[in-house]
């Protein structure tokens, strides 16, 4: 049996600062207006469009969250130890073309926004259709400038404040993981 293999042809990616003030704004919202995953629109974002075409690579990476607590040999036992495993922890990768000659672009957004909190969307298709994520994060300036006579690019990796909700599967097979742990298969 082959592999199922994912190229990401029209990707998407947008940012826009969480607004506390918006109507019927909730803390646990993960996108703009409270939509899941399956439901984010790409015009719910700042400038998510311009931004797209800036990304050479866009990623949703999860770290394990694993204590180890080591206890010494005693005369009556040997040593051992106890591992605990607690919640993932996540970081928005994404790597893109410096656009600094550009007004509202995304390393203006980036800078404009340094240590604010903001929604993403994050999907390997251009469309509303999976895979696709939505979640929070502290934005971090990017870098300025670089190496003369060259693409200018960056990277910057943007700490997600919770788990984030993420749809998985294609149009009309999907499931969508909510970071509270909900699971909606379609259908």
Request: proline share 3%; glycine share 10%.
């Amino acid at each position: 049996m082959d592999p199922n293999i994912l190229n990401i042809e029209d990707g998407l990616f947008a940012l826009t600062v969480v607004d506390e003030g918006a109507v019927g704004y909730v803390s646990t919202w993960q996108a703009p207006g409270g939509d899941t995953a399956a439901t984010a629109a790409l015009a719910d974002y700042e400038d998510g469009d311009s931004f797209t075409c800036q990304i050479t690579s866009g990623k949703l990476t999860a770290s394990k969250n694993v204590n180890r607590r080591d206890r010494a040999a005693t005369f009556c036992s040997a040593a051992s130890t106890t591992v605990s495993a607690g919640q993932s922890t996540y970081a928005l990768d994404v790597a893109f073309f410096q656009d600094p000659h550009v007004r509202d672009g995304l390393t203006s957004f980036l800078w404009e926004n340094d240590t604010l909190e903001a929604y993403f969307l994050l999907a390997g298709d251009s469309g509303t259709t999976a895979p696709r994520a939505v979640g929070r994060v502290l934005i971090t300036s990017g870098s300025f400038l670089g190496e003369a006579r060259a693409d200018l690019t960056d990277s910057v990796s943007l700490d997600v404040v919770r788990k984030p909700d993420v749809l998985f599967g294609t149009t009309g097979s999907t499931r969508l993981i909510t970071g509270t742990g909900t699971v909606t298969n379609t259908p």
